[in-house]
């Protein structure tokens, strides 16, 4: 009698002829085969599969014959391969890959979200800003959740009068100030570092704070969301208000008030002592903040705060002119006394600040004209992109609260050294105005951090060395934001109450390109691919024309569309694609199974871990629960698993160049980490829902309970 096979053998082999990955037939185990007539018979089918398998890889090769000169995952097009390259790899990296850090790599169990990397155990506003708004588009589950309870961290503790921040500050902010940084019972609602008693609120980061959960809701549409969360920030816009000097309509900050602190000090007064003055990045910052809040009031229809808010953004661009020079950029700040802060050249204070511009082209706070005009500043001082990415400011800061010696050395932290989440902006802002070669330098730059696993921020001698170059390797949530925006910039992307503005942006030597993944607009998902180049003459919705587009930009109506869209936009007048998308196939990206194939035995523990996870999300498959945030994070998990594997293989077989021996050691011990604090935090969570009052939740509680017994 021939022995049975083993349980495990069927569930890799059903694994591996559900998934379509393997083009082989595994062998079957013994007792498949018997009897000599089963042999026989068996024998017949497998000939007949192996023909079967044959014809279709012929017709898959015809049907899958390349329709473009690039063909990525993510990408694909014509042209400029470079450029098509570097736009997938950006893609990729939001993904668990072998060769690259990944943003599952900040998922932390202990909230359930991100956080700002390994060395630094919170949840920054000023460091998640340029990420966080550049990929909200593109991101889905479970990221959508991970980045929802990180920002909760700040909403969940906002000041209220009375309670009380972490030690050693323990401030007490007032109600609607949001923070510095903050986790689970601990808030630093001032700037942390330098002189903290000092510093004024956190002014410019309660406005950034805004703009990020005001973006994340005019894209989720969610009603239960906006009911939750619009109070919160109608009480971080009032107390924005509180800082209005009606007589100018500027906004006073104090020092470290600003969103790169502590790099403001305020006004320097003569008796030596520092007070407030006028924060050009907080009017900046504050009208972006109030474009995205007053749209989210007409979508919660509450058209008469969507009002009163109007007319506090309109008051607050009439300031605007006080704040910006003859050459048409802005200043950094005006003191109350008339004395200018970045006025490029003078003789104190003569220098350039480039975050508050660069914010006022990114968020459309400057109108064309005056972005050109801030832009063509920016290129005429080299000094301000020595390493290609864009630095604080050019020369030394001359108004700091302290000497430039130490950490505030020039080329450094906040005074002139660069910072990631900035040149996300910096790189919105090139595409606005067409400056994708711009753009094109800044990814080149930071891959060659990434491809050495030293993705440090903020960096250092202007933006060429590691803030921490001891470590083996580095991994912080800034560096993110630049191939976030390299993904943004090409279509912009402007949420309104009723509708979605998308702004093409094309590098000129790409003629055509196509998108492969959603970007999302309330439930609905959009599929873009644009054809030509130039401005915009025509645009294909699902297949038939649509009208609603002028030369620079197309608009879908919320309530317009179908929930799926496939949308070519023509530019310089060209014709539609003659290629056939069906629907179905548009951004079909399929989700990964485990490898039927056993773990190399250094992997053989994770595997056991992530073993029941593979049982319980096909069990939620099963049961109609395979399309929520909790299925996500389990096919998350498993997709890590699968990259540590795929990363052993390739170290071992040399198709993946070996880092330094210290960094190769803590660089493949990342991928193992970050698959065992997604299981920790999955793990967690199901523990909690066998006693939620949520019979959904009950339900998967159930299956987990299944899936470890199994």
Request: glycine fraction near 8%; charge should be neutral.
């Amino acid at each position: 009698m021939q022995p049975k096979a083993p349980a495990r053998w069927y569930s890799a082999w059903a694994a591996c002829m559900s998934s379509g990955d393997s083009p082989m037939l595994p062998t079957p185990p013994p007792n498949l085969a018997s009897s000599p007539r089963q042999r026989a018979f068996r024998a017949r089918t497998r000939a007949a599969t192996i023909i079967a398998l044959l014809v279709l890889a012929g017709a898959t090769a015809w049907s899958a014959a390349p329709r473009y000169d690039f063909e990525g995952k993510y990408f694909a097009g014509q042209g400029d391969r470079e450029y098509l390259e570097l736009l997938n790899t950006a893609r990729r990296m939001f993904e668990p890959i072998p060769d690259l850090q990944n943003m599952a790599m900040f998922y932390h169990p202990s909230w359930n979200g991100l956080v700002e990397g390994p060395t630094w155990d919170a949840w920054w506003i000023q460091n998640s800003y340029g990420p966080t708004y550049c990929a909200l588009p593109f991101w889905q589950e479970p990221f959508l959740t991970f980045v929802q309870n990180s920002q909760d961290l700040w909403f969940d503790q906002m000041g209220d009068g009375h309670h009380v921040g972490a030690p050693p500050w323990n401030f007490v902010a007032p109600d609607g100030a949001l923070c510095d940084c903050a986790r689970p019972g601990f808030i630093i609602y001032k700037q942390g570092d330098g002189r903290s008693e000092l510093h004024d609120w956190g002014m410019e980061f309660t406005a950034a704070g805004l703009v990020l959960q005001s973006e994340t809701l005019l894209i989720s549409r969610d009603a239960a969301a906006i009911a939750h969360y619009l109070p919160k920030l109608e009480r971080c816009a009032d107390f924005l208000e509180t800082r209005r000097d009606p007589s100018n309509n500027l906004y006073l900050a104090g020092a470290a008030g600003n969103l790169l602190a502590p790099s403001f000090a305020g006004w320097h007064k003569p008796d030596g002592t520092y007070g407030q003055a006028y924060l050009a990045g907080l009017s900046v910052t504050t009208l972006a903040a109030l474009d995205r809040l007053i749209e989210l009031e007409k979508l919660a229809g509450r058209p008469e705060r969507a009002k009163a808010l109007a007319t506090r953004r309109e008051l607050t661009r009439q300031g605007l002119p006080l704040l910006t020079t003859r050459g048409g950029y802005f200043l950094k700040s005006l003191d109350p006394n008339g004395t200018p802060h970045g006025l490029y050249g003078a003789a104190r204070h003569g220098y350039f600040e480039s975050i508050v511009n660069h914010d006022a082209v990114c968020f459309r706070v400057a109108d064309d004209t005056q972005s050109r005009k801030i832009y063509a500043q920016i290129a005429a001082i080299p000094e301000l992109r020595p390493y290609d990415l864009i630095i604080t400011n050019y020369p030394s800061l001359d108004d700091l609260y302290t000497e430039p010696k130490g950490l505030w050395e020039y080329g450094h932290w906040v005074n002139g050294g660069h910072w990631s989440t900035c040149e996300a902006r910096m790189i919105m802002a090139y595409y606005r105005l067409g400056h994708t070669d711009d753009a094109r330098r800044s990814m080149k730059r930071i891959l060659t951090f990434a491809r050495q696993f030293k993705m440090d921020n903020n960096l250092t001698h202007f933006g060429r060395d590691l803030y921490q170059p001891k470590l083996p390797i580095n991994c912080v949530y800034d560096n993110w934001g630049i191939p976030a925006a390299f993904i943004r910039g090409l279509f912009e992307y402007l949420y309104q109450a009723d509708r979605l503005v998308i702004l093409p942006h094309l590098p000129t030597g790409i003629t055509r390109l196509e998108q492969r993944f959603p970007i999302r607009f309330g439930s609905k998902s959009l599929f873009l691919s644009t054809t030509g180049g130039g401005a915009i003459t025509g645009v294909r919705l699902n297949g038939q024309r649509w009208t609603q587009f002028d030369a620079q930009q197309v608009f879908l109506p919320y309530a317009g569309i179908p929930a799926k869209v496939n949308l070519e936009i023509l530019l310089g007048g060209a014709e539609p694609s003659k290629v056939d998308v069906a629907l179905s196939d548009v951004g079909q990206l399929a989700a990964n199974h485990p490898s039927p194939a056993g773990p190399p035995p250094e992997l053989e523990s994770l595997a056991r871990r992530v073993a029941p996870i593979a049982r319980w999300h096909a069990k939620l498959a099963a049961a109609g629960l395979g399309q929520g945030y909790e299925a996500a994070h389990a096919q998350l998990a498993i997709d890590c698993f699968e990259a540590c594997r795929a990363r052993l293989a390739a170290v071992a077989a040399g198709t993946l160049a070996r880092l330094p021996d210290a960094s190769q050691v803590a660089a493949d011990q990342s991928y193992v980490q970050t698959t065992e604090r997604l299981c920790e935090g999955l793990e967690t969570l199901l523990a909690g829902y066998a006693h939620s009052d949520q019979p959904t939740q009950r339900r998967m509680a159930a299956l987990w309970a299944e899936a470890l017994a199994e």
